[in-house]
Structures are given as structure tokens and as C-alpha cells.
Nanobody, 122 residues
Framework: QVQLVESGGGLVQVGDSLRLSCAAS????????MGWFRQAPGKEREFVAR????????YYADSVKGRFTISRDNAKNTVYLQMNSLKLEDTAVYYC???????????????WGPGTQVTVSS
């Protein structure tokens, strides 16, 4: 069992940066692929980024590639999402999630946090 809690969301302006954190409980955190997803009002939840259990491999949605960076610290049971050059379309609730599969499909993720709101304004 892994419990996840996101933090770091907030209201920022276009072009600003924000770092999200996801704290995990459970001894097996390092065994899981960790992902970040987001969901805007009226839209489906979409993949943002994921990172392998070791942190050695990362994958990004095209929409955030070059602007967002996912990382993890297994000693702290925490995964991060550094978001730079934020755009209006990045506004959404951001969720971290854990999976035993190296996948981008949210259906493949077993553990989810409650989410944190990110709002980008002009």
C-alpha cells in the first residue's frame, strides 16, 4: 500500500515556475513507477510525466516537454514536478500516481493522491 499527498500548487502568472511535491508513505515507494497527471475542468485526466523506479528514465507529454521536469528522491519517498514557463493551458488539478507498470495510461496506475490545484493566470 502506498498513500500519496501532493503539495505545492497555487496561483501563478504566465511564464512563472512552480514545483509540485508528492509525498508517499509506505516502504515500497521505490518499487513503483511514479507519474504526474492533470485534469482540467470538462476534460479527461491526461498524462504529464512519469519516472522509473530508479529515477533513471523519464517520459513527458509533448505539451510539457522542455518545460517540466520530473524527479524523485527515494530516500525521502518524494516525487517532484518542476514546472517552468507555465502557460494558461497548464491550469488543472495535478495528481501524482504510482504504478507497477511503465505506462502513461492512467488506468494502469493503482495509487493516487487527492490532487493539487495549479492555476495560471494572465
Amino acid at each position: 500500500q502506498v498513500q500519496l499527498v501532493e503539495s505545492g500548487g497555487g496561483l501563478v502568472q504566465v511564464g512563472d515556475s512552480l514545483r509540485l511535491s508528492c509525498a508517499a508513505s509506505g516502504r515500497t515507494f521505490s518499487s513503483y513507477v511514479m507519474g504526474w497527471f492533470r485534469q482540467a475542468p470538462g476534460k479527461e485526466r491526461e498524462f504529464v510525466a512519469r519516472i522509473s523506479w530508479s529515477g533513471g528514465r523519464t517520459y513527458y507529454a509533448d505539451s510539457v516537454k522542455g518545460r517540466f521536469t520530473i524527479s524523485r528522491d527515494n530516500a525521502k519517498n518524494t516525487v517532484y514536478l518542476q514546472m517552468n514557463s507555465l502557460k494558461l493551458e497548464d491550469t488543472a488539478v495535478y495528481y501524482c500516481a504510482g504504478s507497477t507498470a511503465n505506462a502513461s495510461d492512467p488506468k494502469r496506475y493503482t495509487y493516487w493522491g487527492p490532487g493539487t490545484q495549479v492555476t495560471v493566470s494572465s
